[in-house]
T-cell receptor, first 114, second 113 residues
Framework: KAGVTQTPRYLIKTRGQQVTLSCSPI?????VSWYQQTPGQGLQFLFE???????NKGNFPGRFSGRQFSNSRSEMNVSTLELGDSALYLC?????????????FGPGTRLTVL | AQSVSQHNHHVILSEAASLELGCNYS??????LFWYVQYPGQHLQLLLK??????LVKGIKGFEAEFIKSKFSFNLRKPSVQWSDTAEYFC???????????FGTGTSLTVIP
């Protein structure tokens, strides 16, 4: 089975711009979660989508949004970029099995905001 | 809110030394526990996981972890580390009240040949 894929792998943007990141989960996985990874902060949870609905949300401003399509692919959007948004954005997918759920990660999108 | 603590931020060991990385969580109910590893330039990979049963869990590459419920801990161990174990290690917890995973801030391990 193919793993979780994320595109693009690298992005350079300037302050004030917006960006859209894409994630394709492992085939059959219905849950997609997004994380922001920065040095010293670990993985900060952004949100989780299941069956095209946002099921959980982390503590990020409304500039961060996402959606999930009927094929479980997900996109994350960040509007009005700030310097502090520079990070590795990770996507993880899972079967959403309630008792034995395991997340599998993609390679991430490295976003640099200048 | 649930939290996951990894006490060691940076660990430096010589090859063949033993490793133990601490992980504690704050949740009184049923949990699923995970350790992930991120090698330099690579994506996060699952090392091992615990759902139920034997609290001593064996994972890939000779790693193991022990779930001690009374201490809310899930420490990662390896009896003899190799240079190739240099990586960042993340502990994660999933509670039985939702589908959200909670991650620790990670421990950076450097193994000196």
């Amino acid at each position: 089975k193919a793993g979780v894929t994320q595109t693009p792998r690298y992005l350079i943007k300037t302050r004030g711009q917006q960006v859209t990141l894409s994630c394709s989960p492992i085939s059959g996985h219905r849950s997609v979660s997004w994380y922001q990874q920065t040095p010293g902060q670990g993985l900060q949870f952004l949100f989780e989508y299941f069956s095209e609905t946002q099921r959980n949300k982390g503590n990020f401003p409304g500039r961060f949004s996402g959606r999930q399509f009927s094929n479980s692919r997900s996109e994350m959007n960040v509007s009005t970029l700030e310097l502090g948004d520079s990070a590795l954005y990770l996507c993880a997918s899972s079967l959403a099995d309630y008792t034995t759920d395991t997340q599998y990660f993609g390679p991430g999108t490295r976003l640099t905001v200048l | 809110a649930q939290s996951v603590s990894q006490h060691n931020h940076h660990v430096i060991l010589s090859e063949a030394a033993s490793l133990e990385l601490g992980c504690n969580y704050s949740y009184g109910g049923t949990v699923n526990l995970f350790w992930y590893v991120q090698y330099p330039g690579q994506h996060l990979q699952l090392l091992l996981k615990y759902f139920s049963g034997d609290p001593l869990v064996k994972g890939i590459k000779g790693f193991e972890a022990e779930f001690i419920k009374s201490k809310f801990s899930f420490n990662l161990r390896k009896p003899s580390v190799q240079w190739s174990d240099t990586a960042e290690y993340f502990c994660a917890v999933k509670t039985n009240t939702g589908n959200q995973f909670y991650f620790g801030t990670g421990t950076s391990l450097t193994v000196i040949p």
